[in-house]
């Protein structure tokens, strides 16, 4: 193949039609060995059913994955299947070892020519990258394409045991979900007979958006002894009216900041800068890669949140 | 209307003193109809106010709370009002500056947004974001800078060797409009992904995000340039014959050219820099003032600013309330109302 695709260069030099064989030949190449390749893929297949309740055809043995959502990233390597992960986007940088791992561009535009060129068995999405399209012509390559789509911490904990079944690493995974459930039992049981505080969630200062019903991070608010006064608003981040913000007179404000935000949204919006919460102080940066990201390191968030919104139940 | 014709002939100072009083008459009703917009539409909002309290703070300038709570008060004088003045000087600005380009390039279609004016300032905004953004007052520095830049290429592209049609400059308009989305859509992806919401949301035109030091600049703006374009526009009446025309009428054409473009240009960028690019404003304001007022620029360019100023306020407080405590980006209400009317003005025009 590489002598023919060598030799094209000269045969222009000579006709147009001896070109146009030449072109004919290497795509017969190429096809015959792409039909080789199909014919030698594993025939065991498996159906699993994920998030968005499509059903996926899977190879017995998953061997190479990519993942497009930082978050899915972290899980695979959280269950010690790090060294099956062939690709990942630019915001995957959880653990340090990811970084390892090819590149195929960020969430929402990632390469497909690379996620091919690099032979995944299946590629994970999360649904916030809005995906569709994209899905579509993976599937047409013949890759299986797995959807998650956790709105709550038991959705981050099916997550991990899906993928941990898809990479045979069930137990580690069920390990994995055993601990971060004690871990999160632990903080909803210190926090349990504290009134919950009032909390703003401001994702972004202008203009204003914060968590609403469908968000993750408003599950894990709530099993942080907060009750968000967003919690009822339509839809995951809504855009929020200023006044209404005033008008909540948030206990307490959280700030998602820091980690892959850098200093972004490290100040509360100028509505809210007279609210009960930033009078007393009660003002609380949270790093951000675990409050938006639904992964094993959500629960850091949880315990983060409680610990600042609650710091004597965890003397 | 006949009879004045006749009289005109007569007497330019009789005809003079009627455009005067003409446009006073006009602007004085405006004016009293965007006061009156600013005080009833300042009680409704997503969270809802004692009205007669409310009106009596609005009546006493802020010096009396008239009963609210400090929190009420708090949002009626630093969220509500200072948003319904942001959105007042952006519509005066977009529309006196439509009705300065329409005069100035003799083309009702001339407009900032589509023209690509605006993304000009967009574009300038967007640098000034990305890396002075700790500075507010570099964006309506950039912001001018772009919407002069994007003014003078549509510009130079529309002359051709054979002057500029008005089907020239608007596919000149496209073409600047076309290539500043690319540059700022370029810009996006190679920005912080935790900001693209935030400027999808802004790009559609925005006010929610007041900014204090801003709001100023953009009311003195938009006044300074509306009674700029107005003084000259006496001169933009006669170009409105032809520029030769015009020159043979002792109008210095280049003089006007310039001020109209600064100006205007100016109008632009303060008011992208303060929220974004709300589209037809420019638009259909200007045919709305031209269809009842006449196409004397004496008048329609103090009534479109009016005007403007009154139709962004209202698009704005619809975007703010009707999905309640969330909220709408105010362009996508301006093109909802401005398309279809003006659709329904080119059919009855």
Same mark, same amino acid.
């Given at each position: 193949m590489i002598y023919y695709l060598g030799s094209v260069p000269v045969s222009v030099d000579h006709s147009f039609s001896s070109f146009l064989r030449l072109t004919f030949i290497v795509c017969l190449t190429l096809f015959s060995a792409c039909a080789a390749n199909k014919s030698a893929m594993p025939n065991t297949v498996r159906l699993v059913t994920d998030d968005a309740g499509r059903h996926v055809s899977l190879p017995a043995r998953v061997d190479r994955v990519i993942s497009l959502a930082p978050n899915l990233t972290e899980i695979v390597f959280a269950i010690g299947a790090?060294?099956?992960? @062939?690709g990942r986007t630019s915001?995957?940088?959880?653990?340090?070892?990811?970084?390892?791992v090819a590149e195929v561009g960020d969430?929402?535009?990632?390469?497909l020519e690379r996620i091919i060129s690099l032979k995944p068995q299946v590629v994970l999405i999360s649904?916030?990258?809005?995906?569709e399209v994209f899905t579509r012509q993976l599937q047409n390559q013949n890759i299986a394409v797995f959807v998650t789509d956790p709105h709550d911490l038991e959705g981050v904990f099916r997550s991990i045991g899906q993928i941990g079944e898809m990479l045979a690493h069930k137990e580690q995974a069920n390990l994995l979900v055993q601990k971060l459930r004690a871990r999160a039992n632990a903080v909803q049981e210190a926090v349990k007979q504290k009134p919950p505080v009032r909390v703003f969630y401001q994702v972004s200062a202008e203009p204003l958006y914060t968590a609403g019903h469908d968000a993750f991070v408003t599950d894990l608010m709530h099993r942080a002894g907060a009750a968000s006064v967003?919690?009822? @608003?339509?839809?995951?981040w809504p855009k929020y009216s200023n006044e209404s913000a005033l008008a909540a007179k948030p206990e307490a404000i959280i700030l998602p900041t820091g980690?892959?935000?850098?200093?972004?949204?490290?100040d509360v919006t100028e509505a809210l800068r007279k609210s009960p919460a930033a009078l007393a102080g009660r003002v609380y940066k949270i790093n951000d890669d675990h409050l938006a990201?639904?992964?094993?390191?959500a629960v850091d968030g949880l315990e983060e949140m409680a610990r600042a919104l609650h710091p004597d139940a965890f003397k | 209307m006949m009879s004045s014709t006749a009289s005109d002939v007569v007497s330019p100072t009789r005809r003079n003193r009627v455009t005067l009083r003409k446009t006073v008459i006009s602007c004085v009703v405006l004016a009293v109809a965007l006061v009156l917009a600013i005080v009833l539409l300042s009680?409704? #909002?997503s969270e809802p106010l004692p009205a007669r309290a409310s009106l009596c703070a609005l009546a006493s300038l802020g010096t009396?709370?008239? #009963?609210? !709570?400090q929190d009420q008060f708090d949002i009626l004088f630093q969220i509500r009002l200072p948003r319904i003045l942001l959105a007042a000087a952006v519509g005066g600005s977009l529309a006196t500056a439509g009705a300065g380009y329409q005069a100035l390039l003799r083309n009702?279609?001339?407009?900032p947004y589509l023209l690509g004016i605006s993304n000009g300032a967009a574009v300038g905004t967007m640098i000034a974001l990305v &890396? &002075? #953004?700790? %500075?507010?007052?570099t964006r309506p520095v950039l912001a001018f800078t772009g919407a002069l830049t994007a003014t003078l290429a549509v510009y130079r592209l529309a002359r051709g060797r054979t002057g500029a049609t008005p089907e020239r400059l608007i596919l000149a308009g496209v073409i600047v409009t076309t290539f500043l989305s690319s540059v700022i859509v370029f810009v996006t992806v190679l920005m912080d992904a935790t900001r693209i919401r935030s400027f999808t949301f802004w790009l559609l035109g925005?006010? %929610?995000? !007041?900014s204090k030091a801003l709001l100023p600049v953009a009311i003195t703006i938009a006044i300074a340039g509306a009674l700029a374009l107005t003084l000259n526009a006496r001169s933009l009446n006669l170009l409105m014959l032809g520029e030769r025309d015009a020159f043979d009428l002792g109008v210095e054409v280049g003089r006007v050219r310039i001020v109209v473009f600064v100006v205007a240009s100016l109008l632009v960028g303060s008011s992208v820099a303060a929220s974004g690019s709300v589209g037809y404003v420019g638009l259909v304001v200007p045919h709305l003032a031209r269809l009842s007022l006449g196409s004397d620029n004496r008048i329609s360019i103090p009534a479109a600013a009016l005007g403007g100023a009154l139709f962004v306020i209202v698009a704005d407080t619809v975007a703010r309330t009707i999905i309640a405590p969330r909220e709408l980006p105010v362009g996508a209400i301006t093109a909802l109302i401005g398309a279809p009317l003006f659709i329904y003005l080119l059919r009855r025009a």
């Open positions: 790090g060294d099956r992960l @062939v915001y995957c940088d959880f653990p340090p070892e990811a970084k390892a969430t929402l535009h990632p390469s649904t916030s990258s809005q995906l967003t919690a009822d @608003v339509p839809g995951a980690g892959s935000m850098g200093t972004a949204n490290s990201r639904p992964g094993p390191r | 009680l409704i #909002g009396n709370t008239c #009963g609210l !709570t009702p279609l001339a407009e &890396f &002075f #953004g700790a %500075s507010e007052w925005d006010l %929610s995000g !007041t």
